[in-house]
């Protein structure tokens, strides 16, 4: 369905950053489950208004891109005006969703909304930057699920929330700047800012953002707050998925020619979707 088509409902996956506060902080009761999921909802319905509203700036230029042009919106599935009350609707749900639940997740939303804006009309032709600005949108979830449900964030997993969206921004520039090597695709379609990365560039920062999600990781699992907090020492052996996880993703990146979505990656590989799944199932044990 073109509806569906253009809210991208496979992105949502990375909402699940909303949910790593309560896993993580032992916050299992009914009311902050039930008050995450409306964050989560929230930040479903406002990455969708962004998506809807990148085709509508995008419109002209998708027309005339190989691949784009299929979109509901410049494909004329759906009307420019329709996308415009689309857009209008998941924007407002957004924030009615988040304010039932907290101030805070309303500012982070707001925020979230307003970041990309200007990430599509500027900084996403910034070098570097860019990729920072993507971390921060799931840094926002990260806090939407600590401090927007009145708990407090763990800095370890915020470090390691960071390194791995560092990680998996980089390298979706490099499976973008690989894809225009195999394909020898109109350069003048590709993203402006991938003029300014070069190859042996980007692979340093996936290794160095990979090693400090690894490294971040592993010490949070063996602090002594983490150990006290949780009454076990047993979470270092959820490291191994993560570890795996990464050398997969890396995999897929060098040898498959993917790495360009996330989303479509995690839920596509089984070797990605087990590793997920298995990390929740041994991390909910350790917890539990």
Not at 87 to 112: D, E, H, K, P
Not at 132 to 151: E, H
Not at 208 to 217: D, E, L
């Amino acid at each position: 369905m073109p509806i569906v088509k253009i809210l991208r409902p496979h992105q949502y996956i990375k909402n699940g950053f909303v949910l790593i506060g309560p896993l993580f902080s032992h916050q299992w009761t009914l009311a902050t489950l039930s008050q995450a999921l409306l964050a989560f909802l929230a930040f479903c319905c406002i990455a969708s208004a962004v998506y809807v509203l990148n085709d509508i700036v995008d419109i002209e230029a998708d027309r005339e891109h190989p691949v784009k042009r299929y979109r509901p919106l410049p494909s004329r599935e759906i009307s420019l005006n329709s996308a415009k009350f689309l857009l209008s609707i998941l924007v407002v749900a957004a924030l009615l969703l988040s304010l039932v639940v907290s101030l805070w997740v309303l500012v982070f939303v707001a925020t979230y909304f307003f970041m990309n804006i200007v990430y599509s009309w500027k900084l996403k032709h910034v070098v570097i930057l860019d990729v920072f600005i993507i971390s921060a949108g799931f840094m926002l979830r990260i806090l939407a699920g600590t401090v927007g449900l009145d708990i407090a964030p763990s800095e370890w997993l915020l470090l390691c929330g960071l390194m791995v969206t560092l990680f998996l921004g980089f390298t979706k520039r490099r499976a973008e700047l690989l894809m225009l090597e195999t394909t020898k695709a109109n350069e003048s379609l590709a993203r402006r800012v991938l003029d300014e990365y070069s190859p042996a560039m980007l692979e340093q920062f996936i290794a160095v953002t990979a090693a400090c999600t690894i490294i971040s990781y592993g010490l949070y699992t063996v602090s002594s707050t983490t150990v006290a907090l949780h009454g076990s020492t047993d979470l270092i052996y959820t490291l191994p998925f993560v570890v795996y996880g990464i050398f997969r993703y890396l995999f897929l990146l060098h040898h498959r020619e993917k790495g360009d979505d996330t989303a479509k990656e995690l839920l596509t590989d089984k070797h990605l979707l087990i590793t997920v799944l298995g990390w929740v199932v041994a991390t909910l044990w350790v917890l539990a």
